[in-house]
C-alpha cells in the first residue's frame, strides 16, 4: 500500500464548476501538506502548503487537511479551462527535510 | 529571480552507458532535490543536498548518485543504465536558512530515454 493514495481520474467537469480533488495517507508523521499542479511536458508547480490541520485559500483555491482522518482535498471555484492539468497532493513530516512524497496525481479537464 | 533550470531538457542514452544530469536552483536557495517521474511510479524522491552535504537519501540503487558544488549547482550521475532508468528527473529548491522542504519550486526536467 501507497504511503499516500490519490485517484488518478480523468476528471473532467465544464467550465465554472467547482473541482474536489483529493489525497489520503497512511504515515501520521506528516505534518506539511503540499499541492503542485503540473501542465503537460513542464515541472510540478507549487500551488500552495498547509502545515498541519487546518484551511487555506488563495484566490480560487482551498486547501485542507483533516489530519484525524489522514485525508487532504484541495478544491477550484469557477474553474477555468487553463485550470486543466495534472494536479499532485505531496506530504512531509518535518520542515527542514527536501523529501517529499507525492500522491500520483488526478489528471483534471475543464471543458469550455 | 530566475527559475530552476536543468540541462539538458532531453538526453537518449544507451543501456550501459552513464549520464549526467545538472540543476541549478534559484538564486539564494541552498537545497536542491531530485526526483524520478515514471507513469507507473509517479514522483519519487532521489536525494536531497543542503549545503553540499547528501541531507536525505530515497531508495535507489546506488548508481543514482549526486553532488552539490559550492554555489548551491547540483549535479546527478546515473551510471550503468538500464531500460528502466528512462523518465523525467526533475530538480526542485527550497529557500529558508535550513532548506524548507515544504516550499519547493521544480525545475522543467530532464527527460532521459534509455535505448
Redesign the interface.
Known amino acids: 500500500q501507497k504511503e499516500v493514495e490519490q485517484d488518478p481520474g480523468p476528471l473532467s467537469v465544464p467550465e465554472g464548476a467547482i473541482v474536489s480533488l483529493n489525497c489520503t495517507y497512511s504515515n501520521s508523521a506528516f505534518q ?1 501538506f ?1 499541492w ?1 499542479r503540473q501542465y503537460s511536458r ?5 500551488l500552495m ?1 498547509t ?1 498541519s490541520s487546518g484551511n487555506k485559500e488563495d484566490g480560487r483555491f482551498t486547501a485542507q487537511v483533516d489530519k484525524s482522518s489522514k485525508y487532504i482535498s484541495l478544491f477550484i471555484r469557477d474553474s477555468q479551462p487553463s485550470d486543466s492539468a495534472t494536479y ?1 497532493c ?1 506530504m ?1 513530516g ?12 488526478t489528471t483534471l479537464q475543464v471543458k469550455p | 529571480k530566475a527559475g530552476v533550470t536543468q540541462t539538458p531538457r532531453y538526453l537518449i542514452k544507451t543501456r550501459g552507458q552513464q549520464v549526467t544530469l545538472s540543476c541549478s536552483p534559484i538564486s539564494g536557495h541552498r537545497s536542491v532535490s531530485w526526483y524520478q517521474q515514471t507513469p507507473g511510479q509517479g514522483l519519487q524522491f532521489l536525494f536531497e543536498y543542503f549545503s553540499e552535504t547528501q541531507r536525505n537519501k530515497g531508495n535507489f540503487p546506488g548508481r543514482f548518485s549526486g553532488r552539490q558544488f559550492s554555489n548551491s549547482r547540483s549535479e546527478m550521475n546515473v551510471s550503468t543504465l538500464e531500460l528502466g532508468d528512462s523518465a523525467l528527473y526533475l530538480c526542485a529548491s527550497s529557500p529558508g536558512s535550513q532548506g524548507a522542504g515544504y516550499e519547493q519550486y521544480f525545475g522543467p526536467g530532464t527527460r532521459l530515454t534509455v535505448t
Open positions: 506539511y503540499m503542485y513542464k515541472g510540478p508547480e507549487l502548503y502545515y499532485l505531496a512531509t518535518s520542515s527542514n527535510t527536501g523529501k517529499l512524497i507525492f500522491g500520483q496525481g
